[in-house]
Nanobody, 125 residues
Framework: QVQLVESGGGLVQAGDSLKLSCAAS????????MGWFRQAPGKEREFVAS????????YYADSVKGRFTISRDNAGNTVYLEMNSLKPEDTAVYYC??????????????????WGQGTQVTVSS
């Protein structure tokens, strides 16, 4: 059974940093892209960042570009999101996701993929 578990969220002040982790289990995901999304109360879920299967290509939403960094470990089953210079508008539940098929690209590949339960990030002003 595939399971994704996010961790590392918390309550921080504006300008602080956090590093989120997502541990995937149930299968080997070294050939899969991995992504981070977030959702604030009353708002739609939005794309944050993604990394391809080899870890050498990354994509970021304009709102986080230059502040957030996505990476994955050598085994390919853990994805990280390092968040720097956090702003109150970054407050949301952060989810990691993995597409259902390997060697896929594009944001829509996560629509029918695997999702974690999310971890809360709250940034105070």
């Amino acid at each position: 059974q595939v399971q994704l578990v996010e961790s590392g969220g918390g309550l921080v002040q504006a300008g602080d940093s956090l590093k989120l982790s997502c541990a995937a289990s149930g299968r080997t995901f070294s050939n899969y892209a991995m992504g981070w999304f977030r959702q604030a109360p009353g708002k739609e879920r939005e794309f944050v960042a993604s990394v391809n299967w080899s870890g050498d290509r990354t994509y970021y939403a304009d709102s986080v570009k230059g502040r957030f960094t996505i990476s994955r470990d050598n085994a390919g089953n853990t994805v990280y999101l390092e968040m720097n210079s956090l702003k109150p508008e970054d407050t949301a539940v952060y989810y990691c996701a993995i597409p259902r098929r390997p060697w896929t690209t594009g944001r829509n590949i996560y629509d029918d993929g695997y999702w974690g339960q999310g971890t809360q990030v709250t940034v105070s002003s």
